[in-house]
């Protein structure tokens, strides 16, 4: 062909498999054998080659990061188990079986929704942007925040609120052990923080909830989890694209940053082979993305789409083909239309450029003329690119040129991926050796209270907005003493008290002990956050972050964790809706350590019964619900003890019962604060209540319910699961005991007004004693000052 | 006659124009966000409004310095109109991003009253070098020259949350002698006891000079602040609520409610 | 006639540079050991005028409408024929 | 031996310069008619090194990896002794 630019017909049907395999990876598609063998099966089938351009959008479809190919393909066990469809089977079948009627979308489209109240409802979508991040910190995590944030506006939902779950290696890691090319923890860090906050601040978007983890199992793998919430009114759902829709292109120009392929003339593969090594990185843009947002919320109010997708992995080659495909009808786009930031594009790299900050918007024809007046009016730019067809296939053109020609059928079945996983007993870490217990656990506590796991995000948090909007009800720093907070609360509508209660859970160092119980745990714990501050009807999103699942042990573990969610959400009666899995976690040192994130999204009624994590006041009892196990594998306290063994916590069945008692506690009004015991356990919960408010606590290891006999010190930092800490209203005692009739509950001790907190032994002597100040100091300042 | 309208004026990057708007239609006003294009385009009259509120936000990307790009974009469009807005002793109100505006247009610290070619003093990054999102301590100056404050004591402190990266107030030593001369600072950064930051982080959180964190023109009817009110403005917002018990109104609402008022005498 | 101008706005010198002071620390970060780092923007921008002073005198008005803030920055024109 | 570096980072040409277009509308607004206006930053660094060869390598080295994006900027790096 003579075309006045650069295509190139690729010979599949010539080619044996060797041939294929070159083919795939020069060409930087990244697909097997198997896939190539299909691809070529079916352009014999079309008696013609495949172009560049084809290849392309085959190799983003079929990707891991767009089609989920593990989780949705076949797993075969070590021990004979085939396990077909692992997101079917553990993942999306608990909202199946509860089948609840407050759950609008799930998995379908680019975030979860539920309902709200008053016709509104909440999207949640959490994303994972590890290996961006890696390479281009400050821009990988902003286009994380970016990305997420338009999935949300993505299904008609203004955002109210981001995410960030951040893991990170040691921060004073030693340089020399450093492999070539992994950058520093502490680089990584500043620049992912720095990241995070420049796009949510920018756009106006509170940061309020998240996490952020050290582990040495990150720094060869740096972590990050974005998320963002949504609320939109549940009649502005607009999907219902027919074909002769218009296809309009809207917001940031597309350029060359953010190709993951390599180029493909062979000609030019030496030159460019230094380049394309390098990383793909995307530039973030936060203005561009507002100024959508408000062209988006508009188009939406006045009803004139009939569809939206936002274009992140894949570009407009997975918007334009998975619009089509889920709307079942086809496309046909003219790549010379898109507005360019680099005038000198190739068709394919136009066609799966993943620049940032840019939608696609489905319109009925009539309709365009007035949604390209709003977008002029908000300064954006837009261009209408082409329509939806009846034929099923996705046609595209470059002026006027046909350059990819391809059945929306074949594009859409790929070959099942099938993956080996082999399964090891998981007894959840092995049973502890005996160790002298420390003499001065006062010392052991503020050692605690100052590991990097522990201590205060103060210094994180403030460099986010998390005020921006107005509708932080409960903060992430609670009071002016920055106390920390379990879940956040937002009250998006002027109309209405009702909250969205954001909270969640992440177990890191449970994961190289037992990924089971690290999955399960992190559940746990995110359930038990929401219930804190009185959030219910929760909804779950899962995020993995794991190694390469093609190895037999990554995979194995996995699904052990994939395994997990299934039970975990069942015992808690809540549905996952949405979710991400980033595979492929390898570096020089190793794969990621396996990491599981797991949100909760969910409601409070009224947020004035929110609860808070500080003590109000003294003299008011202390109780704790569940009971405390010898439950420390995994836990902070061994790893500043450096002791490897011990078993992680477990979830049980009964478990199941607390949140309901809890949140009736609160609603009834006799619960004055409430707090989860997580990471450093009991001890670390209760001196969190007492420097977040000043006042001190006196409490008796001997009260503590048991589910075993143990030692004074592992009864104070064992993490077992399924733990409340509350204060209760002194003349409500009677009451509240009511409430946890058949649970394990006992008074532990009381709030006091004297600023210490006392922790008396089994024998009554004292075991900790430390100036409630000095307890703030310690866990507010070990970030800050490192 | 009907309520008095207030517009929240808003261009690409403007992010705090929604709270704003429920606080100002809380206290009674007829609030609009308005896009600047629709002024442009003749959609809606600055005159007809009085109150005009720059909100927060990054407008225009905050590229140049912030509130620079707006700020010579809405004078070289609108100078005239926004000159007889003052004559007129309407308000102008900028938050944060708004005062930056302000500022970088030459209408604050609008000494005389005039609108001043080149800005005459600049709200550089903070001296933390970052961005700062903290409740901070505030008190307000009764003695000013501000038409726009509340009647309270003098001893008062208000918390109210700040959200910027650009808020480190300076001006040379000129500028400053007619500040303090014509009483054109607002609002001062403090300790909680009410005694003055002096600079020190975080309870002046940016570095500014003599603590200021709000100025106003000597005509006393336009006033730029870095603190955000609206984010205090409901008694839910405030950081501590769920110990100090529930309030209707936050701290914010204070300052508000003194503009709204003076707007109702106009 | 056409110019094209090359004008470098530069914080005053002693002025506290946070910009300059977070490269470093990345730098740093990144394993190299540097000081003082400053940072300051370039803008490039052609203009037609009459006379290569005529172009001057337009830039340095601009600058002081728009491009740098004189009371924390110095600023430079420098102005050839395209 | 002590040098000081100056470091310009600007964008690729053709690329599209979102900061420039708006400081051109902005200039054209205030009744200048400008055009083709592009921003870029310059870095001034101190660094130590024995020769004024390894000072280049070791900017050069910063600018990929720091101080520019090779996918949409270009750099130059002038080195001096101080
Ligand atoms: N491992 C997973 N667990 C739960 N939900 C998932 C998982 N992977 C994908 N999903 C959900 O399926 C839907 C479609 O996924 P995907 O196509 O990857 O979305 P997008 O490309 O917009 O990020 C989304 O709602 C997503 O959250
Ligand atoms: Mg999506």
């Known amino acids: ?786 | 006659m009907g309520r008095k309208k207030a517009c929240i004026l808003r261009v690409g990057g403007t992010n705090c124009d929604l709270e704003t708007k429920v606080a100002l239609d809380d206290l009674g006003l007829e609030t609009e966000i308005i896009h600047m294009n629709h002024l442009l385009r003749g959609h809606r009259r600055l005159n007809d409004y009085s109150l005009l509120v720059i909100p927060g936000g990054f407008s225009y990307g905050d590229y140049v310095r912030a509130g620079a790009i707006w700020g010579k974009k809405m004078l070289s469009k609108f100078k005239k109109e926004i000159e007889e807005f003052i004559e007129e002793d309407k308000a102008v109100v900028g938050i944060c991003n708004g005062f930056q505006v302000l500022v970088e247009s030459g209408v604050l610290p609008g000494i005389d009253g005039s609108i001043s070619e080149y800005p005459r003093a600049t709200l550089a990054t903070n001296s933390s070098a970052k961005y700062e999102c903290r409740w901070i301590h505030l008190k307000y100056h009764q003695a000013s020259s501000c038409r726009l404050l509340p009647d309270l004591d003098e001893d008062t402190v208000l918390r109210i949350p700040i959200g910027h990266g650009e808020g480190n107030f300076i001006v040379g030593e000129e500028v400053l002698e007619e500040i303090k001369r014509e009483g054109l600072v607002v609002f001062t950064y403090c300790k909680p006891d009410g005694s003055p930051a002096n600079g020190e982080y975080p309870y002046n959180p940016n570095g500014s000079m003599l603590d200021i964190a709000g100025i106003c023109n000597s005509r006393g009817n336009v006033m730029g602040m870095m603190p955000h009110p609206e984010r205090a403005y409901f008694g839910w917002q405030m950081p501590d609520w769920t110990s100090r018990g529930l309030q209707p109104y936050g701290d914010g609402s204070l300052v508000l409610k003194a503009i709204a008022s003076y707007v109702e005498r106009l | 006639m056409r110019f094209r101008a090359r004008v470098e706005v530069k914080l005053r010198p002693g002025f506290f540079d946070p910009e300059g002071e977070t490269v470093k620390e990345a730098l740093n970060d990144l394993g190299y050991r540097v000081e003082n780092v400053r940072v300051s923007k370039v803008y490039t921008v052609d203009i037609d005028a009459t006379t290569i002073d005529e172009a001057r005198l337009l830039l340095d008005e601009m600058c002081r409408r728009l491009l740098a803030n004189p009371t924390k920055d110095l600023y430079e024109v420098e102005v050839q024929p395209l």
């Open chain 1, 1 to 786: 062909m003579d075309l006045p630019f650069e295509i190139y017909e690729v010979d599949l049907i010539g080619s044996n498999d060797d041939v294929l395999m070159k083919i795939s990876i020069e060409m930087g598609i990244g697909l097997n054998a198997e896939e190539m063998r299909y691809i070529k099966e079916y352009f014999k089938g079309e008696g013609r080659n495949p172009t560049d351009v084809e290849l392309q959008t085959i190799g983003q479809t079929w990707s891991e990061h767009c089609y989920h190919k593990t989780f949705k393909g076949i797993v075969k066990t070590t021990d004979g188990r085939i396990v077909d469809n692992m997101f079917r089977s553990y993942i999306a079948s608990v909202v199946k079986e509860l089948n609840p009627d407050w759950c609008v979308s799930v998995f379908e489209d680019n975030a979860g929704i539920v309902d709200f109240v008053d016709g509104y409802a909440i999207a949640v979508k959490v994303e994972t942007h590890n290996h961006p991040s890696a390479i281009e910190p400050f821009g990988g995590a902003a286009t994380g925040i970016g990305g997420v944030i338009r999935d949300v506006l993505g299904v008609w939902a203004d955002p109210i609120a981001n995410i960030d779950v951040l893991c990170f290696g040691p921060l004073d890691y030693d340089y020399s052990k450093l492999p070539p090319g992994v950058k520093h923890p502490r680089y990584l860090f500043k620049g992912i923080v720095a990241g995070i906050g420049y796009y949510g601040n920018n756009m106006g978007i509170p940061t309020v909830s998240g996490a952020i983890c050290f582990d040495e199992g990150y720094v060869g793998n740096v972590v990050v989890y974005c998320g963002c919430v949504g609320i939109l009114p549940r009649d502005r759902y607009l999907r219902k694209v027919r074909p002769g829709d218009s296809v309009i292109l809207v917001g940031g120009r597309t350029g060359r940053d953010g190709i993951h392929g390599v180029t493909f003339a062979s000609t030019e593969l030496t030159k460019e082979s230094e380049e394309a090594s390098r990383p793909a990185v995307q530039i973030p843009n936060p203005i561009e993305e507002e100024k959508l947002r408000r062209a988006i919320i508009r188009i939406r109010d006045e009803g004139l789409a009939s569809g939206i997708t936002d274009l992140g992995g894949g570009g407009l080659s997975s918007a334009t083909g998975e619009t089509a495909n889920k709307y079942n009808c086809g496309a046909v786009i003219e790549l010379s239309k898109v507005k360019l930031k680099d005038p000198n594009m190739r068709p394919w790299e136009i066609w799966v450029s993943e620049s940032q900050e840019r939608m696609l918007i489905a319109s009925p024809p009539q309709n365009v003329a007035r949604i390209m007046d709003i977008l002029d009016e908000e300064d954006l730019e837009a261009a209408e690119i082409g329509r939806f067809t009846e034929p099923r296939r996705l046609k595209v053109l470059y002026l006027g040129y046909t350059v990819a020609d391809l059945s929306l059928d074949f594009l859409f079945s790929p070959p099942r991926a099938v993956r080996t996983a082999e399964v090891k007993e998981d007894e959840g870490g092995e049973a502890d050796f005996d160790f002298a217990m420390p003499n001065d656990l006062s010392s052991v506590l503020l050692r605690l209270l100052s590991s990097p796991n522990i201590a205060s995000k103060e210094s994180i948090i403030r460099t986010y907005d998390h005020e921006v909007k107005g509708m932080t009800a409960i903060k992430p720093l609670q009071g002016l003493r920055s106390g920390p907070n379990d879940a956040a609360v937002m009250k998006p509508l002027p109309s209405s008290w009702a909250g969205v209660v954001l909270s969640c859970g992440i177990k890191p160092s449970y994961g190289k002990l037992s990924p089971y119980w690290m999955a399960a745990s992190a559940i746990d714990e995110a359930v038990r956050n929401n219930v804190c501050v009185g959030g219910r009807r929760w909804a779950l999103l899962d995020n993995f972050t794991w190694g390469n699942p093609e190895k037999p042990d990554r995979m194995g573990s996995l699904l052990k964790a994939v395994e997990a969610c299934y039970y975990a959400a069942k015992i808690f009666q809540v549905p996952f809706i949405s979710g991400k899995d980033s595979l492929y976690n390898e570096s020089p040192l190793g794969p990621v350590t396996p990491t599981l994130l797991i949100t909760a999204v969910g409601i409070i009624p009224d947020v004035r019964k929110a609860v808070t994590a500080d003590f109000k006041v003294p003299g008011d009892p202390i109780y704790v619900i569940g009971l405390t196990r010898r439950e420390l594998g995994g836990s902070e306290y061994y790893r500043i003890l450096n002791v490897k063994s011990g078993l992680v916590p477990r979830l049980r069945p009964s478990a199941g019962e607390l949140p309901s008692r809890i949140i009736r506690a609160i609603d009834s009004g006799v619960i004055m604060a409430c707090h989860d015991p997580s990471e450093g356990g009991l001890a670390v919960a209760l001196a969190e209540m007492c420097l977040a408010s000043g006042f001190g606590a006196e409490v008796h290891t001997s009260n503590v319910p048991l589910g075993e006999p143990m030692r004074e010190d592992l009864v104070l930092f064992s993490e077992s699961n399924s733990r409340f800490i509350v204060e209760v209203k002194a003349n409500a005692e009677e009451e509240f005991c009511t409430l946890m009739e058949g649970i394990p509950h006992a008074k532990i001790g009381y709030v006091t007004k004297s600023p210490t907190f006392l922790v008396y032994g089994f024998d009554g002597k004292s075991l900790v004693d430390v100036n409630v100040d000095v307890l703030w100091k310690t866990w507010r300042n070990a970030l800050t000052s490192r």
